[in-house]
């Protein structure tokens, strides 16, 4: 592990403390604030000096348990939404012990309003400074300190992807030393020199001697070797085994996205989208009068997709087009003839590969209309979508039905899942992926989705907003 990582790693312990001290004195506040006392007197004495003397006591019970629930791993590829699920769990285990301790005890003490107050402080701090250890990490990344040093065995489009993202995406932490068509004695010689930290090998299934070869290479010398899934790994990693007549058999499971998991997701969908409408609302006003007043009505364009095993619907968005190139049925015979110009436009202009296109130098989308994708304001009104069930806030993203029938039969796991206003997708690459990567990450999703995995994708998805979409 590099030092800059390591040091990272070791101040991620007092943050936690202070975090949970912190959690402490805002669930005391609360607690002595009017709105607090006027709901339910107090009914005990406690200072805030007294008080933060159990705080702190407290406090190093939960790194402790913080510990056991893996919260200070080592390793460095560890996701965000793990982390943050295991401080929600973590510190739900502590609530429960200092619950279980308020229970027995014979102290004066006794304020469960200050308890939980001081749980959910807890994991909304905790998870804040963990937020802030990772932007730290990521600045320290783009500034070339800790860099993990890597090489790329391969040459194809899959191995050329993992080298520009290592290149260009320096918040990953990699720094690339070399790239490598195979791995012959040449290249062995050149890796001993490179004091690599790990090792990628591109499509290790079709070169299964090289493969191994490489990771007797890595394991001697203590390299991290890691190697690219293909399709049918990425389908296979949701699976279960259990004998029937005593063969063991493998099932290959869609998604947990069943029973109680979906009632979850569609929680999360309504209550979130109440949320982001009513403070959204006056962007939502300012955009349609801008609109009006640009080009007229109508101001919302429905645009047909295809949805859950394969239902169609209309997505809702705001019209960033001028209305004589506006596609659908809602706008009668200048829609169809939109249609033909779009088909003639995608051949010229479509800048990817596969049966999804991308229309670059657009010149049908009006100024303003620039403006709402550049920010994915356009999109906004998809969270009516969501409330009436059609679409879901995190998923695959909805295709055409002209999209869907160049691939629904090669990858029907996609439709599996309401599709989704943003996704893993999304927050990868947005439309620079291929259709290949996307569908990966779609499914991918799928076989492991998770509310804590949806919350995580929603948070990040405006950072990638703001630093990624174009407009061509």
Known sequence: MKRAELFLMILQVPIDFIMLLLAGVSAYALRFSDWAVTLRPVLFKLSLVE?????????????????????????????????????????TVGLAAVAIYVMFANEEFDSRFLVAAGWAFAVVYVSIGRLLIRGAKSLMYRHGLGLRRVAVIGDDAVAETIITAFQTRRELGYQLVGNYKSFTGTTIKKLHEARLDELVFANPRGREEEALKAIEFCNLRHILFKYSADLFATLSGNMTMYP????????????????????????FDILLSIVVLILT?????????????????????????????????????FRSMYQKDSTGSQFGENGT???????????????????IYKI??????????????????DELPQFWNVLRGEMSIVGPRPHQP?????????????????????????ISGRSDLDFEEEVKLDIFYTEKWSVMLDFVI???????????????
């Open 458 to 472: 929603f948070i990040k998805t405006p950072f990638v907003l703001f630093r990624k979409r174009k407009v061509e």
């Open 244 to 267: 029937i007549a005593g063969v063991p058999v493998v099932e290959l499971r869609k998604t947990p996205l069943d029973g109680w998991g979906r009632v979850e997701k569609r929680l």
């Open 402 to 426: 002209r999209e869907v029938k160049a691939y629904e039969a090669m990858y029907p796991t996609v439709f599996t899942l309401k599709p989704g206003i943003t996704g893993l997708a999304q």
């Open 337 to 355: 003839l939109a249609e033909k110009k779009e088909q003639e436009l995608i051949k010229k202009n479509n800048s990817r590969k596969g049966p």
């Open 281 to 317: 609302s006056p962007i939502f006003l300012v955009a349609a009068i801008t609109i009006l007043l640009e080009t007229g009505r109508p101001i919302i364009y429905r645009n047909e997709r295809v949805g859950i095993r394969g239902q169609r619907f209309f997505t809702l968005k």
């Open 51 to 91: 008080f933060l003397n159990i705080v702190w006591l407290v406090g190093v019970g939960w790194l402790v348990i913080f510990a056991f629930a893996g919260l200070y791993s080592t390793d460095p590829n560890r996701k965000m939404a793990k982390d943050l699920q295991r401080v929600l769990s973590a510190c």
């Open 360 to 377: 670059i130098n657009d010149p049908r989308v009006t100024p303003f209309g620039r403006f709402i994708r550049r920010w994915s304001i």
